[in-house]
């Protein structure tokens, strides 16, 4: 047996965890598509190594370990089958006629959750509910409303006992995010990139589970992942106007110097505080480094660490076509220290500042950094457009 790039991650450390960054029904068309264009003396070896990632038949030896959604992922899903989709829009529009096209998409949406759940449960069976849950995002165009956002991650928790609720990393965001804590909720801090937001994530969390002990709440089904969106961070960012303004050139390795020297801080004050919430990574690339080497410096940089890697569908192809460019993963790459000529010069930029000091931002500053705000608004776009379809079908 020839193992994959991510089964070489995995070994770095047993603790770290691969999950699937899209809708679990996308995954048989992907795979299939994938192998059609692999080169012919590989694709007996691919085959094998996509049954092993995700295989409902045999969960207990299944490579992923969870699942993540946001709304670009959930529409793929809708466009992957436009068929079924329109006709389950059309039920949800005839069994309850008082519902709009805003509460239409809401139950569509929670269906999607519920099916991409139900797909990843045997996971969660086979590891003691440690491992297998999925999951679905509350409404990005909601990121400052608590009420709206309580009653939407409410809905989606209902979906699955292995169903987890992702929150952006906005003020009232992590006052629901403790909400659901207190409530033996799974959570998932989404659209973060600073080490102040991951701080305000990690308090909620603790507030949350304190509320919880004290209420004698079960938290068999608790769990709490911390996302750190990589590339976002220095792409979306104001790192590069800022540097421009300030005559500073920066290359794309010291952008991902910064990336790393973010997340590695984070990572680092959870490990050492011993926190229960686990550091996850997502928006990850693969490049060519200033010397023409291919690099994933996502996963590179981070090998030996226990976080979670989410990729998507097109990033794990890139890996399995690109994986003889890749140099061997150092199992103690997590504990190097990043690039601190980077470091300093980027400490010149108010927004890397922000993003890297403990106290970078106050809570109701974190709706005001640009990656969240690019975020936020591609997240709302996706929304908008799966409304959309749903306000299409409704119109007939």
Known sequence: MTKNVLEKLQDTNPDCEIWWDSSPLVYPSWKDETLAAAPEGE?????AQFIRLYDPADPANMGFRGVTTNPPLSLQAVQLDPQ???QLVRDVAARDRHLDVEGVYWQMYLELVRRGADAIRPLWQASGHRYGLLSG???????TDGEAMLEQGLSIAAMGENVMVKLP?????YEVLEEL?????ATNNTSSFTVAQ????????SAGLLRAEAAGVDLSRWRSVITHMASRLGEKSDWKAEAKLRGIELSLGEIRDGEEAVLKRAYWQGKNTGHPSKMLQCSLRIEQNAAG???TRQLQDFAGSDMVYTLPPAYIRQLMEKEHELAPFDPHAIEREPNPASVEKLLKLPSFRQAYEFEGMKPHEFVQFGSFQATSFEFATATRATVDFVRSVMEG
Do not use: H, L, M
């Open 43 to 47: 694709r007996a070896e691919w085959k």
């Open 84 to 86: 079924g989709w329109t």
């Open 137 to 143: 995002q509350v409404d990005p165009r909601f990121v």
């Open 169 to 173: 990393g906005s003020k009232e965001g």
């Open 181 to 185: 804590t207190a409530r033996g909720i």
């Open 198 to 205: 991951y701080q305000r994530c990690r308090a909620a969390v």
């Open 293 to 295: 080497n291919t690099v």
